[in-house]
Nanobody, 125 residues
């Protein structure tokens, strides 16, 4: 069972930046793809970014490319999401997640089995 805890959310003005962190309890963290997803009020959960177990492969939602960067530190069991040039429409609960299988890359939320509790990001205009 992989337990995930996010931090770093908060209130920021449009144009500002935030760094989200997600720490995993699993000692085999380095074997898992990690993903970030977000859900705004009244909307479905959407994919934000994913990074492979080695960090060599990343994937982003097309609308977020160039503003968001996903990275990981396997020595610290942590995945990060750097968010720049934030917009009010980025307001959402951001959650990190890991798929059921190790060494498996996916951007589909349905293939992610382990989820953190989420952290709220609010961008004011």
């Amino acid at each position: 069972q992989v337990q995930l805890v996010e931090s770093g959310g908060g209130l920021v003005q449009a144009g500002g930046s935030l760094i989200l962190s997600c720490v995993a309890s699993e000692r085999t963290f380095s074997a898992y793809t990690m993903g970030w997803f977000r859900q705004a009020p009244g909307k479905e959960r959407e994919f934000v970014a994913a990074i492979s177990w080695s960090g060599r492969t990343t994937n982003y939602a097309d609308s977020l490319k160039g503003r968001f960067t996903i990275s990981r530190d396997n020595a610290k069991n942590t995945v990060f999401l750097q968010m720049n040039s934030l917009k009010p429409e980025d307001t959402a609960v951001y959650s990190c997640a890991a798929p059921l299988e190790t060494y498996y890359f996916s951007i589909q939320s349905g293939e992610y089995a382990y989820w953190g509790q989420g952290t709220q990001v609010t961008v004011s205009s």
